[in-house]
T-cell receptor, first 109, second 116 residues
Framework: QKEVEQDPGPLSVPEGAIVSLNCTYS??????FMWYRQYSRKGPELLMY????GNKEDGRFTAQVDKSSKYISLFIRDSQPSDSATYLC?????????FGQGTELSVKP | GAVVSQHPSWVICKSGTSVKIECRSL??????MFWYRQFPKQSLMLMAT?????????EQGVEKDKFLINHASLTLSTLTVTSAHPEDSSFYIC????????????FGPGTRLTVL
């Protein structure tokens, strides 16, 4: 079993839709939870960073962590074609990041 | 701020040759740099962690004699793929963590290696 599981998609939605991206994890020692966005043939860029259970909002993005269920989510409201990318969840243990497989999102105009 | 560059962005080489990839933190000093490998439609897999002035720590299954890492200064780390083979073709991404503290890793744009 992988430490971090993420549905690879691809996920295709119409512009304006609410997108839900999810990851589960098995290691309760993970302390910090991140979401990265990666455009094709580019490095990942950090979108959201949380360390406690609950919700964190930043503009159209909301990150949700449920440590009891070992489950994290990223919600994107009013999705735009420019949101089309691969979204990776990542978890930090010590100094290392463990990434999920990434979910490929396509937002159609 | 917090920009990380990689050079080259794309390289094609013949099997058996060695390739060097540079990772630079442009506007900050990085105590620690990380090297990842990403195959198409797969996740980033950590290969090694390097600290300035000391030997890199390699992840299990990564051959240290094949993937040579040098972290010669607080702004530069290099990854050399020695005697490259087609199975080494991949997207190599570095990240850097700032000397100023904090836990965030800043990622470079990646280097696409194709070994013929």
């Amino acid at each position: 079993q992988k430490e971090v599981e993420q549905d690879p998609g691809p996920l295709s939605v119409p512009e304006g839709a609410i997108v839900s991206l999810n990851c589960t994890y098995s290691n309760s020692a993970f302390q910090y939870f991140m979401w990265y966005r990666q455009y094709s043939r580019k490095g990942p860029e950090l979108l959201m960073y949380t360390y406690s259970s609950g919700n964190k909002e930043d503009g159209r993005f909301t990150a949700q962590v449920d440590k009891s269920s070992k489950y994290i989510s990223l919600f994107i409201r009013d999705s735009q074609p420019s949101d089309s990318a691969t979204y990776l969840c990542a978890m930090r243990q010590g100094g290392k990041l463990i990434f999920g497989q990434g979910t490929e999102l396509s937002v159609k105009p | 701020g917090a920009v990380v560059s990689q050079h080259p962005s794309w390289v094609i080489c013949k099997s058996g040759t060695s390739v060097k990839i540079e990772c630079r933190s442009l506007d900050f000093q990085a105590t620690t740099m990380f090297w990842y490998r990403q195959f198409p439609k797969q996740s980033l897999m950590l290969m090694a962690t390097s600290n300035e002035g000391s030997k890199a720590t390699y992840e299990q299954g990564v051959e240290k004699d094949k993937f040579l890492i040098n972290h010669a200064s607080l702004t530069l780390s290099t990854l050399t793929v020695t005697s490259a083979h087609p199975e080494d073709s991949s997207f190599y991404i570095c990240s850097a963590r700032s000397l100023a503290g904090g836990n965030e890793q800043f990622f470079g744009p990646g280097t696409r290696l194709t070994v013929l």
